[in-house]
């Protein structure tokens, strides 16, 4: 049974016990009494209850108000940001595969979709382990998940649409995997200095810039730019050692195979109800972050573009162009240290900042998971508008993690018998698959028992 109206007609699983008392009551938040609803990002609204996502059950009750066992949903009618912190093991991967399995087609419907219109999703899949998104968990293999999902009354699903991209030189194990490769155009000055450690500022970042210049209007190779740098008509008084350089790094690229001049055509992959799986594991990290910034420029782009279109159609009242786009985007980063840290080059935190700032008006929703939440990039933090706050050891991250949460965090809270008052006490307390969720439109953080998920999930051994 998905979002109900009746009372005692939610799902599956009933939560009745829980070691967790909140001191401090909530005293504003999305709820609907009828059917026990909890709803999180966004307000109060007396419209159906549409474009919802189904995460879990509400874990704690509290002084006042108790909300345990409530179903708890996330909104997908707003564009969000979502932080997910956690240290190894306590459930980041899962909530990525909970938010994929409830924006896609999937092959039967399913209660952990409230009236949704299926989105395409991309995901920055840094462990390849999203792979088994695209089959239904089954055999022994799955069976502690299988009876999980029996406990929830949820049955066991697919993705109907999922592509999986991997790298030229990565193993192929599933057979239709799709070659990823990116275009040197689609690569910016500032980019290619930073891949080929030059500053931009410098006789090399000069150079480049001039052969780039060059090949601007074609659809060139790493061998154009190689070509155009050897002939050394180019900035001729650049020195033969530093224009070696550039050659030698050029060339190791070349080897690389990850640049194709007819690579990845982001346009092509906005299909509604499709998730595209970028499996990313063997790359470098530099490399990692690079198929990210490309991938949120080009995303900002189109949807920008499609957004503006369609307003301006609305304003003249013509009617747009048909147009196959979805409406919404999400992309989805695991282990968002890798791509986007606080310190040092990478080329995808220029291109997120800007996807974040942009995305409000383009349809653009970004999940960021980490287990070093001291070290993402605070620009894109900065927006942040939801919180997924799993168990965290280090008081360095939990600093940082509660730093990024949009609304309070508990003042306290009776665990077993026992008071605790520091939250990050708290946050130390809790299981694998629970969470504390924040965000604007509850006046507090509030303990979430994430549910299982109903497509297949790979566990700690990716492959
Ligand atoms: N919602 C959940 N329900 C049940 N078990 C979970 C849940 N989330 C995580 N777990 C358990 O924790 C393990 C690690 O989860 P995972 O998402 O891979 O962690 P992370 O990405 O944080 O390292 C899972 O294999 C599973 O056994
Ligand atoms: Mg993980």
């Given at each position: 049974m998905g979002f109900s109206n009746k009372l005692a007609d939610y799902i599956g699983k009933s939560i009745e016990k829980t070691q967790y008392i909140a001191?401090?009551?909530?005293?504003k938040c999305n709820y609907v009494q009828k059917g026990k609803n909890f709803i999180f990002g966004r307000g109060d609204d007396d419209s159906a209850p549409s474009d919802l996502l189904y995460i879990g059950k509400i874990l704690e009750t509290a002084s006042g108000s108790s909300f345990l066992g409530a179903d708890a949903w996330l909104d997908t009618r707003f564009p969000h940001v979502l932080y997910i912190t956690g240290t190894r093991g306590s459930g980041k991967s899962m909530d990525l595969g909970i938010l994929i399995e409830g924006l896609s087609q999937l092959d039967q419907s399913s209660?952990?979709?409230?009236?949704i219109t299926p989105v395409t999703t991309f995901l920055i899949d840094t462990q390849s382990q999203f792979w088994t998104l695209r089959y239904e968990p089954k055999g022994s293999d799955c069976k502690k998940q299988l009876e999980e999902l029996k406990a929830w009354n949820l049955q066991p699903n697919a993705l109907a649409d999922a592509k999986i991209f991997v790298p030229r030189d990565s193993t192929k194990f599933i057979g239709d995997e799709l070659p990823l490769t990116l275009r040197p155009r689609d690569v910016l000055h500032e980019e290619w200095c930073g891949l080929l450690g030059q500053e931009v500022y410098s006789p090399q970042g000069h150079l480049l810039a001039e052969v780039l210049e060059k090949l601007a209007t074609t659809d060139f190779s790493l061998d154009d730019m190689i070509r155009n740098l050897r002939?050394?008509?180019?900035?001729?008084?650049?020195a033969e050692s530093s224009r070696n350089v550039l050659l030698y790094r050029l060339a190791d690229y070349a080897r690389t195979g990850i640049f194709d001049p007819s690579g990845l055509k982001v346009e092509e992959l906005l299909i509604p109800g499709r998730c595209n799986i970028f499996m990313l594991r063997d790359l470098r990290d530099e490399d990692k972050a690079l198929v990210t910034a490309i991938l949120a420029r080009q995303l900002f782009t189109i949807m920008g573009r499609h957004h503006q279109q369609r307003r301006v159609s609305s304003f003249f009242g013509t009617s747009a162009s048909e147009?196959?786009?979805?409406?919404r985007v999400w992309l989805l980063v695991d282990e968002a240290h890798v791509v986007c840290p606080s310190s040092g080059d990478s080329p995808a935190r220029e291109a997120l900042v800007e996807y974040v700032k942009r995305g409000r008006d383009a349809g653009l929703s970004l999940v960021l998971a980490t287990q070093?939440?001291?070290?993402?990039d605070d620009r894109v933090l900065s927006q942040v508008n939801l919180s997924f706050s799993h168990r965290l050891t280090f008081q360095s991250d939990i600093n940082a993690a509660v730093a990024r949460i949009p609304t309070k965090t508990l003042s306290g809270l009776r665990f077993s018998g026992t008071k605790i008052s520091d939250f990050g006490d708290i946050l130390r307390l809790v299981e694998a698959g629970q969470c504390f969720i924040g965000d604007h439109a509850t006046s507090r953080t509030i303990l979430v028992q994430m549910r299982p998920r109903i497509t297949t999930h790979a566990g700690q051994s990716p492959l």
């Amino acid at each position: 049974m998905g979002f109900s109206n009746k009372l005692a007609d939610y799902i599956g699983k009933s939560i009745e016990k829980t070691q967790y008392i909140a001191i401090d009551p909530i005293v504003k938040c999305n709820y609907v009494q009828k059917g026990k609803n909890f709803i999180f990002g966004r307000g109060d609204d007396d419209s159906a209850p549409s474009d919802l996502l189904y995460i879990g059950k509400i874990l704690e009750t509290a002084s006042g108000s108790s909300f345990l066992g409530a179903d708890a949903w996330l909104d997908t009618r707003f564009p969000h940001v979502l932080y997910i912190t956690g240290t190894r093991g306590s459930g980041k991967s899962m909530d990525l595969g909970i938010l994929i399995e409830g924006l896609s087609q999937l092959d039967q419907s399913s209660p952990v979709q409230q009236d949704i219109t299926p989105v395409t999703t991309f995901l920055i899949d840094t462990q390849s382990q999203f792979w088994t998104l695209r089959y239904e968990p089954k055999g022994s293999d799955c069976k502690k998940q299988l009876e999980e999902l029996k406990a929830w009354n949820l049955q066991p699903n697919a993705l109907a649409d999922a592509k999986i991209f991997v790298p030229r030189d990565s193993t192929k194990f599933i057979g239709d995997e799709l070659p990823l490769t990116l275009r040197p155009r689609d690569v910016l000055h500032e980019e290619w200095c930073g891949l080929l450690g030059q500053e931009v500022y410098s006789p090399q970042g000069h150079l480049l810039a001039e052969v780039l210049e060059k090949l601007a209007t074609t659809d060139f190779s790493l061998d154009d730019m190689i070509r155009n740098l050897r002939e050394g008509r180019l900035s001729a008084s650049v020195a033969e050692s530093s224009r070696n350089v550039l050659l030698y790094r050029l060339a190791d690229y070349a080897r690389t195979g990850i640049f194709d001049p007819s690579g990845l055509k982001v346009e092509e992959l906005l299909i509604p109800g499709r998730c595209n799986i970028f499996m990313l594991r063997d790359l470098r990290d530099e490399d990692k972050a690079l198929v990210t910034a490309i991938l949120a420029r080009q995303l900002f782009t189109i949807m920008g573009r499609h957004h503006q279109q369609r307003r301006v159609s609305s304003f003249f009242g013509t009617s747009a162009s048909e147009s196959r786009i979805p409406s919404r985007v999400w992309l989805l980063v695991d282990e968002a240290h890798v791509v986007c840290p606080s310190s040092g080059d990478s080329p995808a935190r220029e291109a997120l900042v800007e996807y974040v700032k942009r995305g409000r008006d383009a349809g653009l929703s970004l999940v960021l998971a980490t287990q070093q939440p001291s070290a993402v990039d605070d620009r894109v933090l900065s927006q942040v508008n939801l919180s997924f706050s799993h168990r965290l050891t280090f008081q360095s991250d939990i600093n940082a993690a509660v730093a990024r949460i949009p609304t309070k965090t508990l003042s306290g809270l009776r665990f077993s018998g026992t008071k605790i008052s520091d939250f990050g006490d708290i946050l130390r307390l809790v299981e694998a698959g629970q969470c504390f969720i924040g965000d604007h439109a509850t006046s507090r953080t509030i303990l979430v028992q994430m549910r299982p998920r109903i497509t297949t999930h790979a566990g700690q051994s990716p492959l």
